[in-house]
Structures are given as structure tokens and as C-alpha cells.
């Protein structure tokens, strides 16, 4: 079993629809969650961090986090055409560090796509 | 711009040559970080360094692989003997531990293509 796991997709929705990503992860350590999005051939694209269980809005986007169930999503809502990539999410133990713990955990991504 | 910047953003080599890839981090960022990419994947964690030091590698960091960080400014990850496996995007972040979160800003990318 992968530590983070996420459905790559692809998912295929209509424009203005709220989409829902999702991601679970084994490690009880990771305390810190991120979302990145992701254009063909291009760098991940930080949209979302958070450190806490809940949710976190900014514009239309809102990650939410349940460290009980080690579960984390990202809600976009009034999706639009230019939202279609892939989204990543990523977490790590910080601020616990050493054992390889520096770096992100990625999960595979989930490609997206916004239908016009 | 003063995003994190790659060079070269594309490089095809033969098999067995060398290649080496250069990152020039956000300025004031501490941080560096190397990952690497293959299709359908999500980055996987190469080695970081804080300022100039090397403080942790990867088990997918085998010996043909060396990173360097000269000054605590721009760092280079340098593949020798290439293999066919190499081939995948080299992602480089950077991020600062001066504030209290620590998030990683990538660049564009290196694709590495080894025939």
C-alpha cells in the first residue's frame, strides 16, 4: 500500500459543476497538506496548504482535512475550462524533520477535466 | 519573474553520457529541493539541501546521481553513465524555514529523454 493514495482519474465534469478530489494516506505523521495543480509538461503550481483538521476557503477553492480518518479533499466551485489539469496533493510529517521526512509525499494525481 | 527557474528545460542524451541540470532557487529561500517525475506519477523526493548542506537523499538517489549546492545559491543534480530509467522530469523547489509554514515552490521542470 502506497502512502498517499489517489485516483488518478480522469474526471470529467461539466463547467460551472463543484468538483470533489480527494486523497488518503497511511502515515499518521503527516501533519502538514498540500494541493498543487498541474499543466501538462509544466512545474506543479501550489494552491493549498493547511496544517489543521477542517476547512480552509480561498476564492474558489476549499481543502478540507480529517486527520481522524486520514482524509483530505479539495472542493473547486464555478469550475471553469482553465481548471482542467492534474491535482496533486502532497503532505509531510513537518515541522518533523529528518528520516527522509523533508521532502513531500505526493500522491499519483488526479487529471481533471472541465467540460465546456 | 522571480519564480524558481530550471536549465535546460529539455535535454535528450545517449545512453551512458552525462548530464547535469541547474535550479536557481526564489532568492531568499533556504530550502532547495530535487524530485523527480515519471508519467503518471506525482514528484517523488530526490535530496534538499539547507543553504549550502546536503541533509537528506533518497533511496531513489543512487550513486550516479550527485547534487551540489555551492554557496547556498543555485544547485546543479548531475546524472552520470545515464540509463534508459533516468528519463523523467527534474523538478526543483525551493522554500524558506523562516516562516512558520514551509511551503515548496517548484520550477518548470527538466525532461530528461536518454535513448
Known amino acids: 500500500q502506497k502512502e498517499v493514495e489517489q485516483d488518478p482519474g480522469p474526471l470529467s465534469v461539466p463547467e460551472g459543476a463543484i468538483v470533489s478530489l480527494n486523497c488518503t494516506y497511511s502515515?499518521?505523521?503527516?501533519?502538514?497538506f498540500m494541493w498543487y495543480r498541474q499543466y501538462s509538461r509544466k512545474g506543479p503550481e501550489l494552491l493549498m496548504y493547511?496544517?489543521?483538521?477542517g476547512n480552509k476557503e480561498d476564492g474558489r477553492f476549499t481543502a478540507q482535512v480529517d486527520k481522524s480518518s486520514k482524509y483530505i479533499s479539495l472542493f473547486i466551485r464555478d469550475s471553469q475550462p482553465s481548471d482542467s489539469a492534474t491535482y496533486l496533493c502532497?503532505?509531510?510529517?513537518?515541522?518533523?524533520?529528518?528520516?527522509?521526512?523533508?521532502?513531500?509525499?505526493f500522491g499519483k494525481g488526479t487529471h481533471l477535466i472541465i467540460q465546456p | 519573474d522571480t519564480g524558481v527557474s530550471q536549465n535546460p528545460r529539455h535535454k535528450i542524451t545517449k545512453r551512458g553520457q552525462n548530464v547535469t541540470f541547474r535550479c536557481d532557487p526564489i532568492s531568499e529561500h533556504n530550502r532547495l529541493y530535487w524530485y523527480r517525475q515519471t508519467l503518471g506519477q506525482g514528484p517523488e523526493f530526490l535530496t534538499y539541501?539547507?543553504?549550502?548542506?546536503?541533509?537528506?537523499k533518497s533511496r531513489l538517489l543512487s550513486d550516479r546521481f550527485s547534487a551540489e549546492r555551492p554557496k547556498g545559491s543555485f544547485s546543479t543534480l548531475e546524472i552520470q553513465r545515464t540509463e534508459q530509467g533516468d528519463s523523467a522530469m527534474y523538478l526543483c523547489?525551493?522554500?524558506?524555514?523562516?516562516?512558520?509554514?514551509?511551503?515548496?515552490?517548484f520550477g518548470p521542470g527538466t525532461r530528461l529523454t536518454v535513448t
Open positions: 502515515n499518521s505523521a503527516f501533519q502538514y
Open positions: 523547489a525551493s522554500s524558506t524555514r523562516d516562516r512558520v509554514s514551509d511551503e515548496q515552490y
Open positions: 502532497a503532505m509531510s510529517p513537518y515541522p518533523y524533520s529528518g528520516g527522509g521526512a523533508d521532502g513531500l509525499t
Open positions: 493547511t496544517y489543521s483538521s
Open positions: 539541501f539547507q543553504n549550502e548542506a546536503q541533509l537528506e
